[in-house]
């Protein structure tokens, strides 16, 4: 201020001494007209930068700011300096906004931002999903500035939003072409009048919890049915104090036939429950197929009793990368239910062999072809399902717990092999289990 001061005292104090030495020197006459033309010129030099400036205004850009002389120097470059700045933090916020804006649009719930009316002022891609709202530009959309509850019309969410108690969510069940969507929202408030709506898919984890549900109620029923028949033996013999041997002879069987059904059912649960814990398996035995075939041959004799013709057809001498006990569980299985399946008389092959050698698709098949009941084709999608039977009275007739298939199903996952049915109603199944090239190991490189 200072210095813009003397700066000032310094021009008049000049302009005044040179009028007053021309007034001297021509005895007055010419001191006003001096006085009068630098005043005159001192004007038009700020009407000048002044008129730069305004013209500066109307478009204040940073690197047009105009060149200035004197005062006018220094009012130009600390107009300059703070237009940089806010250009700067307008940049900076700008920044910070569009990074905001952008994980929002990447969230993977729902977001939709409600004014103090509960009208929308901005909502994600994921909102757009969950509530079908309009968006063909983010400030384009026709969905702007409408009331929500105009667009949300599920039951319950009306109710939702008037209601006011936001601590718990809502959940919003919908008919979609895919079935369906069941979404779990939640309103924030924030900001003293504007909300959040938030809204998640939990279809997926309903349909988990549906499965597990349903699962528990299979296992109880299955359970029931045995301990009901072992609970009645256990009772009548408890009526009887003199309970003959003959008696005992004919009961005990029976009790202890429930008895090992309660155990294969509890065995094959706890495998199912270790091979879901852990769906990666770490073991790489080498796994000899023909020892494994011929030990599956002599299984599948000992279950049929010489009411079956079991055929080993095929050895293809190719070994397996994986988990023996695993894998023989697995083949064990199909095995055990194509002898379950199949009535007397009928024949059961097994075949391990190589499909498609030589090309990128090698892989190797070990199958169990059986001449039995067959499945009729809308089942086969849902065979591995636990405890999933085309029949129940003749699955628990033979033995049968349901899981057979599901616990195939996790082993061969951990394999990376797969299972494929082919089968027709009263002429027989055959299931193949496909393994891929990189399972494989020769014969030869196993010896060594
Ligand atoms: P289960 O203990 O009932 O045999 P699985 O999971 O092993 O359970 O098999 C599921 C169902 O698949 C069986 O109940 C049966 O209906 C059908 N199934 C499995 N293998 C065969 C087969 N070889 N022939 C006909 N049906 C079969």
Redesign the pocket.
């Known amino acids: 201020m200072n210095a813009f001061f003397w700066r000032c005292l310094k021009g008049f104090s000049l302009l005044a001494a040179v009028s007053i030495i021309v007034a001297w020197a021509t005895e007055n006459e010419y001191g006003l007209v001096v006085l009068s033309t630098g005043l005159l010129l001192w004007l038009l030099f700020h009407l000048w930068h002044l008129r730069a400036l305004l013209q500066w205004l109307h478009d204040p850009q940073p690197d047009k700011i105009p060149d200035g002389y004197g005062n006018w120097d220094q009012v130009f470059s600390l107009l300059y300096r703070q237009s940089r700045q806010q250009s700067l933090s307008q940049k900076k916020l700008a920044n910070v906004l569009e990074r905001f804006i952008n994980a929002g649009e990447a969230m993977p719930d729902g977001v939709v931002v409600l004014d103090e009316l509960d009208r929308i002022e901005w909502f994600n891609p994921m909102a757009v999903e969950h509530f079908s709202l309009n968006r063909k530009q983010d400030i384009g959309s026709q969905d702007i500035g409408s009331q929500i509850a105009n667009l949300v019309r599920q039951p319950g969410f009306h109710a939702y939003l008037t209601e006011q108690q936001y601590s718990q969510p809502q959940i919003l069940r919908q008919m979609r072409s895919g079935g369906e969507l069941v979404l779990s929202v939640q309103l924030v408030p924030f900001d003293s009048t504007r909300k959040l709506l938030l809204s998640r898919d939990i279809t997926q984890l309903e349909r988990v919890q549906t499965v597990h549900r349903d699962f528990v109620a299979n296992v109880s029923h299955e359970l029931r049915t045995p301990l009901t028949v072992v609970g009645g033996f256990l009772e009548t013999l408890s009526d009887m104090p003199d309970v003959d041997s003959q008696t005992l002879r004919q009961f005990l069987p029976m009790m202890m036939e429930q008895a090992k059904r309660m155990q294969n059912l509890v065995e094959d649960l706890l495998t199912l429950s270790r091979l879901e814990s852990n769906p990666i398996s770490s073991a790489h035995d080498v796994v000899e197929m023909e020892d494994m075939l011929r030990t599956l041959l002599i299984e599948a004799e000992g279950l049929s009793q010489g009411r079956h013709q079991v055929v080993l057809a095929e050895v293809a001498p190719i070994n397996l990368s994986g988990e023996t006990s695993e894998l023989h569980s697995a083949f064990g299985?199909?095995v055990s239910?194509?002898v379950?399946?199949?009535p007397e008389g009928g024949t059961i092959t097994l075949r391990w062999r190589i499909a498609g050698k030589g090309t990128d698709h090698e892989r190797a098949v070990f199958s169990?072809t059986?001449t039995?009941?067959?499945?009729a084709r809308e089942?086969i999608p849902r065979?591995?399902e636990r405890f999933?039977?085309?029949?129940r009275g003749?699955?628990r007739g033979?033995g049968?717990?349901?899981?057979?298939?599901?616990i195939?199903k996790h082993v061969l996952a951990r394999h990376h092999a797969r299972l494929e049915v082919d089968?027709e109603l009263e002429r027989?199944?055959t299931?193949s289990v496909v393994f891929p090239s990189d399972r494989l190991i020769s014969v030869e490189d196993s010896e060594h």
């Open positions: 299985n199909l239910n194509a379950r399946y199949t169990v059986d039995g009941i067959g499945v089942h065979l591995t999933y039977r085309v029949d003749r699955s033979t049968g717990t349901g899981l057979g298939l599901a195939v089968s027989g199944s299931f």
